[in-house]
């Protein structure tokens, strides 16, 4: 008899069967279900087939997208058959082409760019300005030309989340009658069992780029998301996911259980104090997206050490960390050491008079 395997519906890890609960557990999340609920769930993805229209879609996507592996670091940079990759935009190295793409790589969904590549170097030139002690080179040309449009890999997750909460809350009131100062402290059980659902929460498919610096230039206007065409990586690059949906998990967990609290609270502002005796997030259920998200990346390699900057393709907002040039900052503390010392001789030179 073929034996059946169950996908965890959060992560998408292989789930397995407990025989002391009698559930199906995800080792990988933690999630558990009964019997029941996961057939349930899957019931609909076991019997769906890919319609004519969606596999036409990943037929096109994978006669039409090149792939290109940089032999250096190992990134793969994904771009239409119109474009070609020279270099790596990682680390700068030449990159050879390696093959055609999988239709399985082809994206739900793209948002496409807004920020032309002239603004984005504008953008970035006024960022570095006012910053003294970066190298010199750093704000060269040169390097500003280095500029790349990349469609990042995101996911994007909507979790069905079971809430309860319990807690002790205070409402204190104080007033002054005559002579006495009155105060008068109330006590609730506050409890809340809800459901939330937690729509398009991002996390980065890419491992090579700084999880924090993917973050740091968010929010995305999600609408102006469309469906995927290959006519939005003309003149652009993509990278190909190396992190999937079960890797990318407890980032989303993380992200959803703090946005369930902020629900939380929101609905029990009215308390002065509050005494949490039980608080917990289960995620029943997550549906994914994959897209393509813009950003105008930018490498700096400097003392050996790899910075990266990033902006927004869509929004322009702007994140990372120049790096610090020892020499210049030196010859700065140099000069107004010189410039206190000379200032200190004439001062003394004066009192001497």
């Known amino acids: 008899m073929d034996s059946i395997e169950y996908k965890c519906p959060n992560c998408n890890a292989d789930l397995k069967f407990n025989p002391d609960t009698q559930k199906l557990d995800c080792e990988f999340c933690g999630s558990q279900f009964t019997i029941e609920q996961i057939k349930q769930i899957c019931a609909?993805?076991?019997?769906?087939?890919?319609?004519?229209?969606?596999?036409?879609?990943?037929?096109?996507?994978?006669?039409?997208?090149?792939?290109?592996?940089?032999?250096?670091?190992?990134?793969?940079?994904?771009?239409?058959?119109?474009?070609?990759?020279l270099f790596c935009y990682?680390?700068?190295?030449?990159?050879?082409?390696?093959?055609?793409?999988?239709?399985?790589?082809?994206?739900?969904?793209?948002?496409?760019?807004?920020i032309s590549k002239?603004?984005?170097?504008?953008?970035?030139?006024?960022?570095?300005?006012?910053?003294?002690?970066?190298?010199?080179?750093?704000?060269?040309?040169?390097?500003?030309?280095?500029?790349?449009?990349?469609?990042?890999?995101?996911?994007?997750?909507?979790?069905?989340?079971?809430?309860?909460?319990?807690?002790?809350g205070k409402q204190i009131r104080s007033w002054t009658s005559g002579s006495y100062r009155y105060t008068e402290t109330k006590e609730y059980d506050v409890i809340r069992n809800a459901d939330i659902v937690t729509v398009g929460i991002p996390a980065d498919g890419e491992s090579k780029i700084e999880d924090a610096l993917m973050e740091a230039i968010e929010p995305y206007d999600y609408n102006d998301t469309q469906k995927f065409s290959m006519s939005y990586l003309s003149g652009f690059y993509a990278d190909k996911y190396d992190v999937d949906k079960a890797e990318v998990f407890p980032r989303?967990?993380?992200?959803?259980?703090?946005?369930?609290?902020?629900?939380?609270k929101e609905s029990i502002k009215s308390y002065n104090s509050l005494s949490v005796m039980n608080e917990s997030y289960f995620i029943q259920r997550t549906d994914w997206r994959y897209i393509l998200l813009p950003v105008w990346f930018m490498t700096y390699k400097y003392k050996g050490k790899v910075y990266e900057f990033a902006m927004n393709g869509q929004t322009g907002k702007l994140a990372g960390a120049p790096p610090l040039s020892k020499g210049r900052l030196a010859l700065f503390s140099g000069i107004i050491g010189a410039v206190i010392t000379l200032i200190g001789t004439l001062l003394l030179g004066g009192l001497n008079i």
């Open 90 to 114: 990682y680390c700068h190295n030449p990159v050879i082409l390696s093959g055609k793409m999988s239709g399985a790589y082809k994206p739900d969904e793209v948002i496409g760019f807004k």
């Open 118 to 168: 002239d603004n984005a170097v504008t953008t970035f030139r006024n960022w570095i300005k006012p910053k003294w002690f970066v190298p010199k080179d750093f704000k060269s040309m040169q390097q500003l030309e280095k500029i790349t449009g990349l469609y990042v890999p995101f996911w994007l997750a909507d979790c069905s989340v079971k809430s309860d909460y319990h807690a002790i």
């Open 252 to 264: 989303i967990r993380q992200r959803c259980e703090s946005a369930c609290r902020e629900v939380i």
């Open 44 to 85: 609909s993805a076991e019997n769906s087939i890919p319609d004519e229209q969606t596999l036409h879609v990943q037929e096109d996507f994978s006669e039409h997208t090149n792939l290109y592996h940089c032999a250096s670091c190992g990134a793969d940079i994904m771009a239409d058959d119109q474009q070609t990759a």
